[in-house]
Nanobody, 125 residues
Framework: QVQLVESGGGLVQAGGSLRLSCAASGRTFSTYGMGWFRQAPGNERDFVAAITESGGTTYYADSVKGRFTISRDNAKNTVYLQMNSLKPEDTAVYSC??????????????????WGQGTQVTVSS
């Protein structure tokens, strides 16, 4: 069982920045593919960013490329999402997810095994 706990959400003005963190339990965090997804009210859960086990490869949704950066610290069992130049359309609940087997299409929701509860990000105009 893997537990994921997100933090760092909040209210920010358009153009501002936030850094989300996702702390994972377990001794083998360095073998998990990790992803960030978001869900706005009335919408489906959308892919935001993902990172491979070693951190060597990252993936981004087109809507956040150049603004968001995913990273991980395997020594701290934590994955981060640095969000810059935030827009009102970035408002959503952001959740992290873990895939416990190597590889996979990390941009797809159904590739993940565990999910956090989510953290609210609200961007005001």
């Amino acid at each position: 069982q893997v537990q994921l706990v997100e933090s760092g959400g909040g209210l920010v003005q358009a153009g501002g920045s936030l850094r989300l963190s996702c702390a994972a339990s377990g001794r083998t965090f360095s073998t998990y593919g990790m992803g960030w997804f978001r869900q706005a009210p009335g919408n489906e859960r959308d892919f935001v960013a993902a990172i491979t086990e070693s951190g060597g490869t990252t993936y981004y949704a087109d809507s956040v490329k150049g603004r968001f950066t995913i990273s991980r610290d395997n020594a701290k069992n934590t994955v981060y999402l640095q969000m810059n130049s935030l827009k009102p359309e970035d408002t959503a609940v952001y959740s992290c997810a873990a895939r416990i087997s190597r590889g996979g299409r990390l941009w797809r929701t159904n590739e993940y095994d565990y999910w956090g509860q989510g953290t609210q990000v609200t961007v005001s105009s």
